[in-house]
């Protein structure tokens, strides 16, 4: 197989997702637009359009070297996760000209980080597998352990409303209380204990890859002077990163211009992000180490 890419496709191929063969996957990954990247003499490297080129021939790529070695549940784990690992490898492998002209704002609010970096999954399908008293005994019934793990992994740690989850189930309000209390004695889910419109419940921190039970207090008094409402998203926003790096121009998508630079400041000065990379202007930053589960200790 060209590129030498034969080893790492055999072992991405054998392994079940996890941290490890998260690892292996992104070094596949960086390894092919490295390759296109190369391979492509003719491409106008300096280009507007670099960044989408440099994409699309890395999506062919992957079609290419993949098919037939890979599940199709690995190979949609892959293209998901594209997006992300393209715009951390992006800058590091392109010319600083490219970079310069590449940089466009942001129209409209940005994408929010992929569920499947935020969640443990492996820990939560063992844990509901091991938990079938939680669910309806007939299988035809709207919720079932499939569908839970999935509605659980859409809100990639965020706070989400109890007509959220009826509405998801298609189940009247009386019954998706009934199934969060259960779920909330169990320890699946966690109530923000507020009252009435403000109720809230949110995937048990430890199911998570960030310790979120201790980042939100954290955060909440590192931006104490912002609305509560915001500081709220800017948390949950860190949540669902998995302690993955992104850049400031993502989560700037969301946040008003005249809370934003207090937002980063205060977070940064506070320990609750680093910088790891600088293009220009843009900065790369990410949760430290300690803020993930398995930096506890």
Not at 191 to 197: K, L, V
Request: proline content about 6%.
């Amino acid at each position: 197989m060209e590129g030498g890419y034969g080893s790492i496709i055999k072992e991405v191929a054998s392994r079940r997702p996890g941290p490890r063969e998260d690892k292996l996957d992104r070094a596949l990954v960086a390894g092919l637009m490295l390759e296109v990247s190369l391979g492509a003499p003719g491409a106008p490297a300096y280009a507007h359009d670099h960044r989408r080129l440099l994409k699309s021939g890395v999506q062919e790529a992957l079609v290419t070297y993949l098919a037939g070695w890979v599940s199709l549940d690995r190979f949609r784990t892959l293209v998901r996760n594209l997006d992300h690992w393209f715009a951390f490898y992006y800058p590091l492998i392109t010319p600083a000209e490219a970079l310069r002209q590449d940089r466009r704002p942001l129209a409209g609010p940005a994408p929010v980080p992929s569920a499947a970096r935020a969640v443990r999954e492996n820990l939560l399908d063992n844990w509901l597998r091991h938990r079938p008293g939680l669910f309806p005994h007939r299988t035809h019934r709207k919720l079932n352990q499939d569908k839970l793990r999935e509605f659980l992994s859409r809100t990639q740690g965020g706070w989400f409303r109890l007509k959220d989850f009826g509405r998801f189930f298609d189940i009247d309000r009386k019954t998706a209380w009934e199934y969060l209390q259960k779920f909330t004695r169990a320890g699946l889910v966690c109530h923000n204990r507020s009252r009435s419109s403000r109720v809230r419940y949110c995937l048990a921190s430890g199911f998570l890859v960030v310790r979120a039970e201790s980042l939100r207090p954290r955060v909440a008094q590192a931006l104490k002077d912002i609305p509560e409402d915001l500081a709220g998203q800017m948390a949950d926003w860190l949540i669902a990163t998995g302690g993955e790096a992104f850049w400031e121009e993502e989560v700037a998508g969301f946040l008003p211009l005249n809370h934003r630079q207090t937002i980063i400041t205060s977070l940064m000065a506070d320990s609750l992000l680093v910088e790891v990379y600088r293009s220009g202007p843009s900065k790369m930053l990410r949760l430290p180490p300690q803020w993930l589960q398995e930096a506890q200790g």
